[in-house]
């Protein structure tokens, strides 16, 4: 089988060096009709991957649209974040005061798999576990402060800017 498709490949070859040299006597004035196809190819080849570039720039970039929350805002989950104390047992990035070590750390949030070790890091289970974390985890230390969903939502918003590429 391998030897058959030796033969065909070298039978292709011999037929397009016969077309080409056929074409070349064809076209009077063009001495090397190949690399005019070649340069044709090239010039083509180039605007396909262009275009291909542009369609990649203007791709939404997957690993921050999932934790996109719908109604939330970073800047006011930021204020909400401190004016609820969250800092007071949590170390927080960018929340002046927050230096807390009884809960975990928050800095690189949006790359971690759970919430509270019980919930996906999905926009919904964080908003949910925001506004009631003992629904989820009832021997956890987390109170349920009473924040509300739109706060929970904004949030939310906040935390998830917090990543270890961000």
Aim: aromatic share 10%; glycine share 10%; net charge negative.
């Amino acid at each position: 089988m391998r030897r058959l498709g030796i033969f065909l490949a070298l039978i292709f070859a011999f037929g397009a060096s016969v077309a080409v040299a056929h074409w070349a006597v064809a076209r009077p004035g063009h001495e090397d009709p190949v690399g005019e196809i070649f340069a044709d190819w090239n010039d083509r080849l180039a605007a396909f991957n262009d275009w291909r570039r542009a369609q990649s720039d203007n791709r939404p970039d997957w690993q921050d649209a999932r934790h996109q929350v719908l109604n939330g805002d970073a800047e006011t989950g930021a204020r909400l974040i401190a004016d609820y104390g969250c800092g007071a047992c949590h170390t927080i990035p960018g929340i002046a005061w927050a230096n807390g070590s009884v809960g975990p750390r928050l800095a690189g949030f949006a790359d971690r798999a759970y919430v509270g070790g019980v919930l996906p890091n999905e926009p919904g289970d964080l908003v949910r576990w925001l506004i009631d974390p003992t629904i989820y985890a009832p021997d956890t230390a987390m109170p349920d402060l009473g924040v509300t969903e739109p706060e929970a939502e904004h949030m939310a918003a906040y935390l998830y800017t917090l990543g270890t590429d961000r």
